[in-house]
């Protein structure tokens, strides 16, 4: 097991299946030491989460509990203001200065990197692990300046992410899981029949809270 530790950010509202089974995928695949998720309390680049900051942390712990490698971290939830990746990335790396950190990014929050926060320095604090369905093409609808930065960082081997601690951009192709956050919150805004689709596309863990707290009724 190398020393690698991948990152995963969202908003989670809710986390399902589909986000569970990337992480242990992604782990699996490049022999990450775990994957820590990181639940965004103030999501900078979308609209408001339906559940409360304190509920979709709840159900983040509940759907990875009991799963070997998968962690959760609260910072982005205590910490005020935007949850800025590059901030959290800031404190990871000044937690520990020489451990390899791997941001787990799908490919079309990569297309859109470079309207993130401080993008460019993002490479200063991790390596960048991009996935995508089998067969997805990179290269193609790359605009610059990511381009340029594609061109510096890519490594077609993934052993990249041991050799730095930082600054490489690497791809995994993964299952593709066609379930969408906000198909499942349409589907509960019809009440128990909502519940009853959804059943399968949720951990029953996090399906049980959903019902129990009746969120996005």
Known sequence: MSSVLGLLGGTFDPIHCGHVELAREVRAALDLSAVRIIPAGDPPHRAAPVATAAQRLAMVELAVSGIPGLEVDAREIHRAGPSYTV???????????????????????????????????????????????????FERGLAEPLAAEWSRRFREDATALTDEATGSIVTQAITAHPISASAIRAQLGRGNEGVAAVRGLLPAAVLAYIDRNQLYR
């Open 87 to 137: 901030a959290t990335l800031e404190e990871l790396r000044s937690e520990a200065p020489t451990r390899p950190l791997a941001l787990i990014v799908g490919a079309d929050a990569f297309l859109g990197l470079p309207a993130w926060r401080r993008w460019r320095e993002l490479f200063d604090l991790a390596h960048l692990i991009v996935v995508a369905r089998p067969g997805f093409s």
